[in-house]
């Protein structure tokens, strides 16, 4: 029995130290959130339900290659003072066209439809930095506004010892009244810049939920800014090449030349083979088959207007790929210069501490000596709170831009960043209905069904 009660004893001790001690809670990092925000994004939904809204375009493309069977019935009721009288009759047709040759205006529907797929995927890449980009600035505000109110406590507390010590001071005659007062009003003030940061903080705590999907708990310092490009025009090159908003333009400048050529086609004749068959209750069977030929020849001018537009839309969309090349150029330089802007604030904040940490503690020692004034002292605390909240927005804004970086040159995205998180397949669902099955008819559509359910789309 002895063992027995000794086991107990020892479990009794353990559970009793695992109460008394504080529970450790591993601090959330940047990399987490990023992760909560690409799984939790609402925006991400629906621009992949948009992407797939676009796979079923390419599918009703496909759709129009192949032939149209259709079915009518009828049954009729006629009355005759006719020897023959009233007569019920009933009649069921069955009819097939496929379209030949239409000069290529469905193939290239077709392609238009496949590349406007492709567009619609940059377009979901863009959406996915968009949300990243989100994510980071986010974790970098709360971190932020967080220090800004500790800093704002600790300014509370300073400024209140000095005021005790300049209420001991002025009852004993070393300073005056006015001391005194000056001491109250920075302290009145400092609450109130404590007030602000808290207020901010509350604000960027329902930002992070919104681009994360949850409050944060305690955040972990970020890590290591990422890297970019080794220059300026290197990035630049590479957002030339890389950028999603430049290849969704350039697919849809692809998809505005196949529209083109698809207005041009629209004259054209069309051949289909038609055929049919009709039975009727009497028992009389008739079909038929045959090729018709047939195409517009005036239609008031509309199809004529048809190609211009189709001409102009695809000079628009050209005009939008150089645009966006503008933009991305833009972005890029923007990023490029506030990062270097922040990594120099970096610097020179870090020797503004130094030093105002110097001139505090000096100003400070001098002030018990008699030799400095009560204001002296605040504002020399003032100068090393201010250099302190510097250094922590810089931090910051070389933190964000850096991101920002990797977004103008396209490459803040899930898979680049190495996140280890299982990515949307955006073709996934394309493949599954690109030949555009009928289910629950056929093999295809028996795995689309499967898709759908596994997706909780269905």
């Given at each position: 029995?002895?063992?027995?009660?000794?086991?107990?004893?020892?479990?009794?001790?353990?559970v009793a130290i695992s109460l008394?001690?504080?529970?450790?809670?591993?601090?959330?990092?940047?990399?987490?959130?990023?992760?909560?925000?690409?799984?939790?994004?609402?925006?991400?939904?629906?621009?992949?339900?948009?992407?797939?809204?676009?796979?079923?375009?390419?599918?009703?493309?496909?759709?129009?290659?192949?032939?149209?069977?259709?079915?009518?019935?009828?049954?009729?009721?006629?009355?005759?003072?006719?020897?023959?009288?009233?007569?019920?009759?009933?009649?069921?047709?069955?009819?097939?066209?496929?379209?030949?040759?239409?000069?290529?205006?469905?193939?290239?529907?077709?392609?238009?439809?496949?590349?406007?797929?492709?567009?619609?995927?940059?377009?979901?890449?863009?959406?996915?930095?968009?949300?990243?980009?989100?994510?980071?600035?986010?974790?970098?505000?709360?971190?932020?506004?967080?220090?800004?109110?500790?800093?704002?406590?600790?300014?509370?507390?300073?400024?209140?010892?000095?005021?005790?010590?300049?209420?001991?001071?002025?009852?004993?005659?070393?300073?005056?009244?006015?001391?005194?007062?000056?001491?109250?009003?920075?302290?009145?003030?400092?609450?109130?810049?404590?007030?602000?940061?808290?207020?901010?903080?509350?604000?960027?705590?329902?930002?992070?939920?919104?681009?994360?999907?949850?409050?944060?708990?305690?955040?972990?310092?970020?890590?290591?800014?990422?890297?970019?490009?080794?220059?300026?025009?290197?990035?630049?090159?590479?957002?030339?090449?890389?950028?999603?908003?430049?290849?969704?333009?350039?697919?849809?400048?692809?998809?505005?030349?196949?529209?083109?050529?698809?207005?041009?086609?629209?004259?054209?004749?069309?051949?289909?083979?038609?055929?049919?068959?009709?039975?009727?209750?009497?028992?009389?069977?008739?079909?038929?088959?045959?090729?018709?030929?047939?195409?517009?020849?005036?239609?008031?001018?509309?199809?004529?207007?048809?190609?211009?537009?189709?001409?102009?839309?695809?000079?628009?969309?050209?005009?939008?790929?150089?645009?966006?090349?503008?933009?991305?150029?833009?972005?890029?330089?923007?990023?490029?210069?506030?990062?270097?802007?922040?990594?120099?604030?970096?610097?020179?904040?870090?020797?503004?501490?130094?030093?105002?940490?110097?001139?505090?503690?000096?100003?400070?020692?001098?002030?018990?000596?008699?030799?400095?004034?009560?204001?002296?002292?605040?504002?020399?605390?003032?100068?090393?709170?201010?250099?302190?909240?510097?250094?922590?927005?810089?931090e910051t804004d070389a933190q964000?831009?850096?991101?920002?970086?990797?977004?103008?040159?396209?490459?803040?995205?899930?898979?680049?960043?190495?996140?280890?998180?299982?990515?949307?397949?955006?073709?996934?669902?394309?493949?599954?209905?690109?030949?555009?099955?009928?289910?629950?008819?056929?093999?295809?559509?028996?795995?689309?069904?499967?898709?759908?359910?596994?997706?909780?789309?269905?």
């Amino acid at each position: 029995m002895l063992p027995k009660v000794k086991g107990r004893l020892l479990w009794s001790v353990a559970v009793a130290i695992s109460l008394t001690l504080p529970s450790v809670t591993a601090a959330e990092t940047l990399t987490d959130a990023l992760v909560s925000a690409y799984q939790n994004s609402g925006l991400l939904d629906q621009n992949r339900a948009v992407l797939r809204a676009a796979d079923e375009d390419v599918a009703q493309a496909v759709s129009t290659l192949r032939p149209v069977i259709s079915y009518a019935g009828g049954t009729s009721y006629n009355s005759s003072d006719s020897v023959v009288g009233d007569r019920l009759s009933s009649s069921l047709s069955l009819s097939a066209d496929l379209t030949l040759y239409d000069f290529g205006r469905r193939q290239l529907a077709l392609e238009a439809k496949k590349e406007t797929v492709l567009a619609t995927r940059e377009a979901l890449i863009a959406i996915e930095q968009q949300v990243l980009q989100r994510a980071v600035e986010a974790y970098m505000n709360v971190r932020r506004e967080d220090e800004f109110v500790a800093l704002g406590e600790n300014n509370v507390r300073l400024i209140t010892q000095e005021l005790r010590a300049a209420q001991d001071r002025f009852e004993v005659g070393e300073v005056t009244r006015t001391d005194v007062a000056i001491a109250e009003a920075r302290l009145a003030a400092s609450r109130a810049n404590l007030a602000a940061a808290q207020g901010s903080l509350a604000q960027a705590r329902e930002e992070y939920n919104a681009a994360i999907g949850r409050y944060p708990g305690q955040l972990a310092p970020p890590p290591a800014a990422p890297q970019t490009a080794a220059s300026l025009d290197s990035a630049r090159a590479i957002a030339l090449q890389n950028h999603p908003d430049i290849r969704e333009s350039q697919r849809l400048v692809t998809v505005a030349e196949l529209n083109v050529q698809r207005a041009r086609t629209q004259m054209s004749p069309t051949l289909s083979l038609g055929a049919d068959a009709q039975v009727d209750d009497d028992g009389t069977n008739t079909s038929s088959i045959g090729l018709n030929l047939g195409g517009i020849i005036y239609q008031g001018g509309q199809l004529r207007s048809l190609q211009r537009s189709a001409i102009a839309n695809r000079d628009g969309s050209r005009a939008q790929l150089h645009l966006a090349g503008d933009r991305v150029v833009q972005n890029v330089g923007n990023a490029w210069a506030i990062l270097l802007v922040a990594r120099a604030s970096i610097e020179a904040t870090d020797r503004q501490i130094t030093a105002a940490r110097i001139a505090y503690l000096g100003t400070k020692e001098e002030a018990t000596l008699g030799a400095r004034t009560t204001l002296d002292v605040l504002d020399a605390e003032q100068e090393l709170l201010d250099a302190q909240a510097n250094r922590i927005s810089a931090e910051t804004d070389a933190q964000v831009a850096a991101y920002q970086l990797l977004s103008s040159m396209g490459y803040l995205t899930v898979k680049h960043l190495g996140l280890g998180v299982t990515t949307y397949d955006p073709a996934e669902y394309y493949n599954a209905v690109r030949n555009a099955p009928s289910r629950p008819l056929s093999e295809q559509g028996t795995r689309l069904d499967s898709l759908l359910r596994r997706t909780g789309r269905n």
